[in-house]
T-cell receptor, first 112, second 109 residues
Framework: DADVTQTPRNRITKTGKRIMLECSQT?????MYWYRQDPGLGLRLIYY???????NKGEISDGYSVSRQAQAKFSLSLESAIPNQTALYFC???????????FGQGTRLTVV | GQNIDQPTEMTATEGAIVQINCTYQ??????LFWYQQHAGEAPTFLSY????GLEEKGRFSSFLSRSKGYSYLLLKELQMKDSASYLC??????????FGTGTRLQVFP
């Protein structure tokens, strides 16, 4: 079983719909991150959380919101999806202090 | 702002050596990471440098010069399975990890 699990793995949704991407981890890490990856743009940080009561905006948070329901769960929501949010989304965890990050397998989201 | 530059694509031959460069301008630098990402898969950790110098790990080595804002990843004895994207990332003192756009390496027989 994967240490960092993302659901769904693939999703096609219509413009204007609300969608939630979920991430759960069994690594016991406090820090969790959401990135999106677009061709030619690399991985860009959307939101990050250092513990259940701590949520921080990343480079590109507009149009997204997050919820840290527990140490092990960090969800990303698109309140009203738009086509330029079509991307590959990754959740990641770490222990902090600049240790390595562990990534989930990604969610490929297409907004039509 | 934060800026990380690396070449978009590189090609090399099986058995050869390839060096992938990364330059960065960031505030609050707290270490440099290299990740490998095969197409459609999650990035996986390769190396971490926080002090100047060379870190060797099997066929892979990573170098850092903080004064020059420069790092490279050296891959020796290239294998076909090394065809992947290599992501340079800077760890900031805010515990954020900022990525470059990645270098796609193609290894040919």
């Amino acid at each position: 079983d994967a240490d960092v699990t993302q659901t769904p793995r693939n999703r096609i949704t219509k413009t204007g719909k609300r969608i939630m991407l979920e991430c759960s981890q069994t690594k016991g890490h406090d820090r969790m991150y959401w990135y999106r990856q677009d061709p030619g743009l690399g991985l860009r940080l959307i939101y990050y959380s250092f513990d259940v009561k701590d949520i921080n905006k990343g480079e590109i948070s507009d149009g997204y919101s997050v919820s840290r329901q527990a140490q092990a769960k960090f969800s990303l929501s698109l309140e009203s999806a738009i086509p330029n949010q079509t991307a590959l989304y990754f959740c990641a965890t770490s222990t902090g202090d600049n240790t390595e990050a562990f990534f989930g397998q990604g969610t490929r989201l297409t907004v039509v | 702002g934060q800026n990380i530059d690396q070449p978009t694509e590189m090609t090399a031959t099986e058995g050869a050596i390839v060096q992938i460069n990364c330059t960065y301008q960031t505030s609050g630098f707290n270490g440099l990471f290299w990740y490998q990402q095969h197409a459609g898969e999650a990035p996986t950790f390769l190396s971490y440098n926080v002090l100047d110098g060379l870190e060797e790990k099997g066929r892979f080595s990573s170098f850092l010069s903080r004064s020059k804002g420069y790092s490279y990843l050296l891959l020796k004895e290239l294998q076909m399975k090394d065809s992947a994207s290599y992501l340079c990332a800077v760890g900031l003192n805010t515990d954020k990890l900022i990525f470059g756009t990645g270098t796609r390496l193609q290894v040919f027989p």
